[in-house]
């Protein structure tokens, strides 16, 4: 039997016969999701409208600016932000992982000198936006560490991480000094912007002092705790203060430092005042996934993130004098360097497309579902993750634009500023609940679920098809049923996620990956990082108070529903 050329040459490489089996074998399963609006559960908490960034500095820069404006306008409550390094010694001079405010120096004599000008300009970039400081306190001026030298690092992408933990790390010399420092804060900040302003705003002591963050011990945070707390008390004593911010909790090193914390404030005897306990209106923890590389491809791990934050949830609750204060995830995120960019860290490279932006969705439903579960009270989620100034285009750090230009991921949390009112049931009959998600993270079936609200006279809906691997694959039909509508004619608007919708980094390949683009270039992609419509906007009839709507979502790709009447 004669085999033709064509077929010979197909045989002999393959080829073409892989490239079409996978497509011909799968066809994605269609997936049913039912939501009723009538059955609530309780009040939307809006836990996405909480961001930060290591970098102070870059709040005031050009690109800073425009991006907090964006931030500060997807959300109809007020947007809260966490910056690292407000006390730092230095010259106000942003670089990666480092930033400095100078606020307090001591003259010759080694007396207090304080200069609140570098932190006014970004709580003034925050208030003038209508957004609220998370005020981190830390970290050790160079006049007050007890190991000041060296002080200033120069890190940069590629170096050994540990060389960012300089003087800045270490516990006080004086801890009445600190505690003076910090009661000068506040008490500024009070003069500055008034009582009910700073009322509103949430203090905190230090970052991840479980490690190189604090180069003291567990004992030593737990002084300076005492000392930070009561000084920002006696300067405002209706301010809002907590910690301590410690890294992994489901990490048995992590789970000791904060239970050793927990203990001290409800029990442990004060070192200020004499007294049992500590005030504590907020307890704050860092939850993070650990994407790697398999074979080439990226493979999140969703999973090691919500075991972090569950673990969180279940330490808290075991403290019933503590378990129904508001709890501030204080990092949230699918890994844990922001500054660390794909081209030396090439399990980042789910940063600038899709696969960031429906993480972010199917990640941040689960949050409020582990916190329901253990019936504590999460307040907030911080995303860690804000702009790098003057660096390359989509160079694959954990930002939410480059070069003022929006990311996909940006797109998820327009689409979340836009749900209000209250929380309702979507039927779980679907691949994955929140507990699979944080057991196994999401390695068979795809993870296609929604997460849905309504108003007044309004319902919304968020449906994402995600998965851990970052891999083609087909479409799925996807056919939402909604009950439960009061009305017989209801308008309808779809937004989308994908490779053609609110894109920019694909936009921006098509261009040919321009590393200068050109102004006309610049304009484009500024529109294609605004979150976009997939159809028209259209009137549909609604029958018995319930309404169908079925449409193909592709992998990674996340729609945004509102319907409105």
Excluded at 32 to 56: A, Q
Excluded at 424 to 441: C, I, P, W
């Amino acid at each position: 039997m004669k085999i033709s050329n064509f077929l010979r040459s197909i045989l002999s490489t393959g080829l073409l016969i892989f490239a079409i089996l996978p497509v011909v074998a799968q066809e994605a399963k269609p997936v049913s999701i039912e939501i009723d609006l009538n059955k609530e559960k309780g009040p939307i908490k809006p836990i996405w409208s909480w961001f930060g960034y290591d970098e102070p500095n870059y709040t005031y820069m050009k690109d800073g600016k425009k991006l907090l404006t964006e931030i500060s306008q997807l959300s109809k409550v007020p947007v809260y932000v966490r910056a690292h390094s407000m006390l730092v010694t230095g010259d106000g001079v942003a670089a990666l992982k480092w930033g400095s405010t100078n606020a307090y120096t001591e003259d010759k004599d080694g007396k207090p000198v304080y200069n609140w000008t570098i932190v006014d300009k970004i709580f003034d970039t925050y208030i003038e936006r209508g957004m609220k400081p998370i005020a981190q306190i830390g970290f050790m001026p160079e006049a007050l560490s007890s190991h000041p030298q060296p002080y200033r690092h120069f890190w940069k992408p590629g170096d050994n991480y540990n060389d960012i933990y300089t003087g800045w790390a270490y516990p006080p010399k004086d801890y009445a000094k600190f505690a003076e420092l910090v009661y000068q804060w506040v008490k500024h900040s009070v003069e500055k912007y008034g009582k009910k302003e700073v009322e509103s705003w949430y203090w905190e002591l230090w970052n991840e002092p479980n490690i190189s963050y604090w180069k003291g011990t567990t004992e030593e945070y737990i002084k300076m705790y005492d000392y930070s707390a009561d000084a920002v008390k006696r300067a405002l004593p209706t301010a809002k203060v907590g910690g301590p911010e410690v890294t992994g909790p489901n990490w048995d090193v992590s789970a000791k430092f904060f239970r050793a914390f927990l203990d001290h404030v409800t029990k442990g005897k004060n070192y200020v005042t004499g007294k049992i306990g500590s005030p504590i209106d907020v307890l704050t923890f860092h939850a993070k996934g650990a994407p790697k590389l398999v074979d080439g491809m990226v493979r999140m791990d969703m999973g090691t993130q919500l075991r972090d934050m569950d673990k969180g949830f279940e330490i808290v609750a075991s403290y019933p004098t503590l378990k129904n204060l508001p709890i501030i995830i204080g990092e949230s995120d699918p890994e844990g360097c922001a500054a660390c960019s794909e081209d030396l860290s090439p399990q980042n490279a789910y940063r600038n497309g899709t696969m960031y932006s429906s993480y972010t969705a199917a990640s941040f439903a689960r949050k409020s579902d582990l916190a329901e579960a253990r019936g504590v009270n999460l307040m907030g989620a911080v995303t860690w993750a804000f702009e790098f100034e003057d660096q390359a285009w989509f160079r694959g750090f954990r930002d939410l634009a480059t070069n003022g230009v929006d990311k996909p991921v940006l797109n998820v949390f327009r689409m979340f500023g836009m749900m209000q009112g209250k929380r309702v049931e979507v039927k779980q009959n679907l691949a994955y609940d929140f507990l699979k998600v944080r057991d196994g993270s999401v390695r068979g079936e795809p993870d296609i679920n929604a997460f849905a609200s309504k108003d007044q006279k309004e319902a919304a809906v968020m449906v994402w098809n995600y998965h851990d691997d970052n891999k083609p694959a087909p479409d799925s039909p996807v056919d939402i049923h909604l009950k439960g509508i009061t009305a017989q004619r209801v308008l309808v608007q779809h937004y989308r996620i994908d490779q053609q919708y609110s894109n920019s980094y694909e936009v921006w390949k098509k261009m040919g990956s321009p590393k200068n683009p050109t102004d006309e270039q610049i304009s484009t992609l500024e529109k294609a990082g605004q979150l976009q419509l997939l159809t028209s906007p259209e009137w549909v009839n609604v029958k018995n108070g319930e309404l169908d709507m079925k449409f193909p979502l592709p992998r990674q790709a996340v729609s945004f529903i509102k319907i409105s009447w």
